[in-house]
């Protein structure tokens, strides 16, 4: 199995500052047929269903705002909020959907400091 | 609107079953391989299995942990996903959604229904 693994399991930035989360995949989650890294990002905020923001790694899904932004290459990605607004508090997860059985990371609280 | 209902979740005993529905609306149903991941309370989230589109064989996949206990099925023809759930155990307690299984990721995703394993 495919192990996401995430950094930190909690983050505490101040209003308007960066929130940068890692996720490290065991193995690579390119798909070589078109060169696209098989790795998303959700948001979960309390009481919600999580929320997709990010597929191939650094596409931003509708809707999503421009302060977000995803990126990374082979076993090592990076979600970035600039800018951090009250309502980004939430638990982030990695995940992997190359292969099954598709595996998410533990989770990264944010929090305001 | 591209939706997803969940329904059926309840307290079991242990080594019970249960089966859970999700109602889909808004895409084409027949076309789409679907998951289902659950969560815990107070945990992370858990992929639990998924059935790919009759088109592509319908085969199912699931994860080690519900393998031989859960089923995964589909009726296009009412744009609906299944789970069915037997012998439960305690640590199936958990919120269970369905979610599209897409190139671009899990998307959308409802809002879950509860199952509770407890004696």
């Known amino acids: 199995d495919i192990v996401m693994t995430q950094s930190p399991d909690s983050l505490a930035v101040s209003l308007g500052e960066r929130a940068t989360i890692n996720c490290k995949s065991s193995?690579?989650?390119?798909?070589?047929?078109?060169?696209?890294?098989?790795l998303a990002w959700y948001q979960q905020k309390p009481g919600q269903p999580p929320k997709l923001l990010f597929y191939?790694?650094?596409t931003r899904d509708s809707g999503v705002p421009d302060r977000f932004s995803g990126s990374g290459s082979g076993t090592d990605f990076t979600l970035t909020i600039s800018g951090l607004q009250a309502e980004d508090v939430a638990v982030y997860y990695c995940?992997?959907?190359?292969?099954?059985?598709?595996?998410f990371g533990q989770g990264t609280k944010l929090e305001i400091k | 609107e591209v939706q997803v209902v969940e329904s059926g979740g309840g307290l079991v005993k242990p080594g019970g079953s249960l089966r859970l529905s999700c109602a889909a609306s808004g895409f084409t149903f027949g076309n789409a391989w679907m998951s289902w991941v659950r969560q815990a309370p107070g945990k992370g989230l858990e992929w639990v299995g998924r059935?790919?589109?009759?088109?592509?064989?319908?085969?199912?996949d699931y994860a080690a942990p519900v393998k031989g206990r859960f089923t995964i099925s589909r009726d296009d023809s009412k744009s609906t996903l299944f789970l069915q759930m037997n012998n439960l155990k305690i640590e199936d307690t958990a919120v269970y959604y369905c979610?599209?299984?897409?190139?671009?990721?899990?998307?959308?995703w409802g809002q879950g229904t509860l199952v509770t394993v407890s004696s």
């Open positions: 995940q992997q959907y190359y292969t099954t059985p598709y595996t």
């Open positions: 193995q690579s989650v390119l798909y070589s047929s078109n060169n696209k890294y098989y």
């Open positions: 979610t599209t299984d897409t190139d671009e990721g899990f998307d959308p």
């Open positions: 191939w790694a650094s």
């Open positions: 059935i790919k589109r009759k088109s592509d064989g319908g085969t199912t």
